[in-house]
């Protein structure tokens, strides 16, 4: 069993400084040189080359080296993406291939002969079966994706085979749902990640885990070191992606969906895979498409010998960014300066084009205008509350209020259990987590809750126990109810 970790490093342009300091200190610095004081330690690294440009210009190059000696010394695989990242599937073709373009030149200029990519991690991990030909034009041998890119459903990937996209030669390496999850954020220790993936390292198999890197420090603090305990320990056997196609050389071909990373069954089911930054019923997201799509137009009209093309060129870069869109989704993130920003960085972009005329930078501050009136309207109505249309049921309701009385007890046990075992453990934040979700879900708050505790079970314990415990106590509880509405006491 190999299992191979991607961390994806990011932040967007115009970060405050204080901010990538704190991220530097808490992460960027002690995950470096965590690498390098484990020399077994392997691991896919993706910085985007806009996190590269403002680490240089906080003066962090010595970090910035950390990583290059590390994938000199032959620890880290560093992969392309897309520069700003910005959703590459929503763009014209021409637009996603200068991401790649310009992420690749970044890292080349900070990292030099260290950047070596034979893979690519796409911006949310956002995908479209179009892309296979710029990718492959741009040079990638493989690209990451969701494990929802095979089939469009959860579990389907084959981890014993490799996999090509159908008509390309562009292979495709899926991150699993599950475990990734448990490295990020649900394991406090590499004891439970091994009991977590107990499955899978017993296999002959692979693992592909992928997350952002913040986690490791910043977002979690002090979780690099189950980064760390993961380095050394003997039955997790790291390796870096492209390492795989050494060890596993059969190649099953696979036609892959459009997806995210952060796409359910059922986005794909309804087309709406990018929701978060294209929704269809978000008027907003209409608008913004419309000043974006109208700016790029306008400066493919202006020819790059006109001395202002190189600086409105970089301008609409960065004003692509895909966190415009993600902020103005309402579904449930939602943040006024980001919205206002991005139109404002197209609208200006538009208004100093020389070859603009006067309709259309009239309908650029129309369409500008229209984002921030709207905004504020759906901030002031509370549009931006009312997040979700389907009322949610209370578990108790759902299970022991209806006769199943397996299920609910099933669930409140296993809770019980993973709390006193945390408090056994004396990580006493996680044992409150249990205790809290156990008086929610006995009050019936758990409506209440934007993480589900119930889904953060799932994701706690390994694949199928859940499943099998629920059957349990049904069993039970079904061996000693009679066949009356009645029941004795026992």
């Known amino acids: 069993m190999y299992w191979a970790n991607l961390l994806h490093f990011y932040q967007p342009y115009g970060q405050k400084r204080e901010i990538v300091d704190a991220i530097v200190a808490q992460c960027y610095r002690p995950v470096g040189e965590g690498i390098l004081a484990h020399p077994e330690a392997r691991l896919t690294i993706n910085f985007t080359g806009v996190l590269l440009d403002q680490l240089a210009a906080y003066g962090y190059q010595d970090v910035i080296d950390l990583y290059a000696e590390a994938a000199r010394r032959g620890q880290v695989e560093f992969v392309g993406s897309g520069k700003y990242h910005a959703i590459l599937p929503l763009l014209p073709v021409a637009e996603a291939r200068r991401q790649i373009e310009i992420n690749n030149d970044t890292n080349r200029h900070f990292f030099g002969d260290a950047y070596q990519p034979r893979g690519i991690f796409l911006p949310e991990m956002a995908w479209d079966p179009k892309l296979a030909p710029v990718l492959e034009a741009a040079g990638f041998d493989w690209v990451m994706l969701d494990e929802l890119a095979a089939t469009g459903r959860i579990g389907d990937a084959d981890y014993t085979k490799m996999h090509q996209i159908t008509g390309t030669k562009l292979k495709a390496l899926f991150r699993e749902h599950r475990l990734s999850s448990m490295v990020a954020s649900v394991a406090r220790d590499v004891e439970h990640l091994k009991d977590a993936a107990r499955d899978e390292l017993s296999q002959r198999r692979y693992i592909v885990t992928g997350m952002d890197g913040e986690v490791f420090g910043h977002h979690q603090i002090g979780h690099q070191e189950l980064l760390f305990a993961m380095f050394k320990d003997p039955d997790i056997k790291l390796v870096r992606m492209s390492d795989l196609f050494e060890k596993f050389t059969e190649l099953t071909q696979v036609k892959t969906v459009a997806c995210t990373w952060a796409s359910s069954e059922d986005d794909i089911a309804k087309n709406i895979q990018f929701i978060s930054w294209q929704d269809p019923e978000n008027d907003i997201h209409k608008l913004q498409w419309e000043l974006l799509n109208l700016t790029i137009e ?53 208004q100093h084009q020389p070859n603009s005329g006067p309709l259309v930078r009239e309908r650029g501050l129309n369409l500008y205008q229209q984002i921030l009136a709207m905004a504020y309207k759906w901030q002031r109505s509370g549009k931006i509350d009312r997040r979700d249309d389907n009322p949610r049921v209370p578990f108790k309701e759902l299970s022991l209020e209806r006769g199943d009385h397996g299920t ?24 409150i987590l249990w205790r809290n979700g156990i008086y929610k879900l006995e009050h019936k708050l758990d409506i209440y809750d934007s993480l589900y505790v119930l889904d953060l079970l799932h994701k706690r314990l390994p694949r199928g126990e859940v499943e099998e415990t629920i059957s349990q106590y049904k069993a039970k509880y079904n061996s000693i109810r009679g066949g009356q509405v009645e029941q004795r006491s026992n």
């Open 298 to 350: 306008q400066l493919e009209q202006l020819p790059k010998s006109d001395p202002d093309y190189p600086r409105l060129r970089g301008q609409l870069d960065q004003a692509i960014a895909s966190d415009q869109f993600y902020w103005a989704a309402a579904r449930p993130w939602w943040m006024i300066e980001h919205i206002e920003r991005g139109a404002f960085d197209l609208l200006t972009i538009l």
């Open 408 to 431: 609910w007890h099933a669930f409140v046990d296993m809770m019980r259990h993973e709390e006193q075992d945390a408090a056994g453990r004396r990580d006493y934040e996680e044992a």
